[in-house]
């Protein structure tokens, strides 16, 4: 086995999964926002601190996506948070790509930056500690017009572009074409656009020669859009996920990590719970743990409101969060 494929593997190991601390700086500063935090280089770091720098976390997590520019700050430990993290065992990843942008050829659609200089970044970010990296796309669903093949197809080739480089700088790429939740689309619409860009994604890679051993798939769960007024039950969810994904995920990749996509953190821990047991029952052939920002997060922030003297409560919300979603991966 190549060590690019132990350490895919390896980030699924029993119980554990991924928080993505990796929020742009301008995501990260409306994250901090809406918990009235004023954004700083400081607040941002102490924002990253917060988790990483939480006790017993490793129990927990495999791995940490961070942004590129906490590879370059210290923790309250003093010590580099790449090197924080790989004392503990937990594994320092980063986002490589650099946003999103309307494409121009359809403007309510977005297309991923950040191939322009990438495997000079890659070289960067290996050097600094990282030992895997993320690309994400987004796709809108808007009736049956949206997302456009062209929206697909672009974002497909970007992340097989992506996975090629990383894999040839020594890092294992996570892919993320995340199918956004914002809408008022069905399930079953949200299953159809999942499966043609899974089905477009894999076929991408393989006219790219990406090795599918030593890739991880970071996906949406199958849900109904957020405007639809449907609340999806567990099962549901469950059944569609794993229905989309059997049919169109080859066996042979890592693994799959979920994102929780604007889900609440209790939906997020219920769907990912009952994912797991479905996939038990038909048998799925690779290992599924979380990936998730928003809903291991979000309680945190809550307590956190920027003080230190909440900062001991609002990591032990996050183990609390993060007990219960580790809990998911092994219902
Ligand atoms: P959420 O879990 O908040 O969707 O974030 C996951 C992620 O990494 C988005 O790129």
């Known amino acids: 086995m190549t ?13 554990k999964g991924l928080l993505a601390a990796d929020e742009s700086v301008h995501t990260a500063t409306a994250r901090l926002a809406s ?11 102490q924002y990253r601190d917060l988790f990483i720098g939480a006790e017993g976390m490793e129990r ?17 430990d003093k010590k ?15 986002k490589v790509d650099l946003g999103t942008e309307p494409m121009s050829a359809s403007p309510n659609e977005l297309i991923t930056n950040g191939l322009l200089g990438l495997s000079e970044r890659l070289e960067e970010y290996k050097k600094q500690g990282a030992v895997f990296t993320k690309w994400r796309a987004v796709f809108r669903i808007d009736g049956d017009t949206l ?33 956004s939740l914002e809408g008022k689309h069905s399930r079953t619409r949200a299953r159809m656009v999942m499966g043609e860009v899974l089905k477009t994604l894999f076929s991408t890679l393989n006219e790219h020669s990406v090795d599918r051993a030593s890739i991880v798939l970071k996906t949406s769960m199958v849900l109904s859009g957020s405007e639809s007024g449907k609340r999806d039950t567990p099962e549901e969810v469950a ?12 066996s042979q990749i890592a693994g799959i990590v979920f994102l929780s996509g604007g889900q609440t953190p209790d939906q ?3 769907n990912l719970a009952a994912i797991t047991k479905r996939a038990k029952e038909v048998g799925a052939p690779w290992p599924l743990t979380f990936s998730y920002a928003r809903a291991l997060q979000e309680e945190a922030l809550a307590v956190w409101k920027g003080k230190e003297e909440n900062v001991p409560a609002a990591r032990a919300a996050f183990i609390a969060r993060l007990t219960r979603v580790s809990a998911a991966t092994t219902s």
């Open 239 to 250: 059944l569609d996920t794993l229905a989309v994904l059997i049919e169109n995920v080859p």
């Open 147 to 179: 997302p456009s093949a062209q929206a697909i197809h672009e974002n497909v080739k970007r992340l097989a572009i992506y996975a090629k480089e990383a894999q040839a700088a020594g890092l294992v790429p996570i892919l993320e074409p995340e199918v």
């Open 35 to 45: 918990y009235g935090i004023p954004a700083s280089a400081e607040t941002r770091r």
């Open 268 to 270: 997020a821990t219920e």
């Open 3 to 15: 060590d690019l494929v132990m350490i895919a593997r390896s980030l699924f190991s029993q119980g």
């Open 60 to 76: 927990f997590l495999s791995g940490v996506i961070l942004f590129s520019e906490s590879l370059l700050e210290k923790g309250d």
């Open 80 to 94: 580099l948070f790449p090197k924080s993290l790989a004392t503990r065992s937990v594994m320092p990843g980063v």
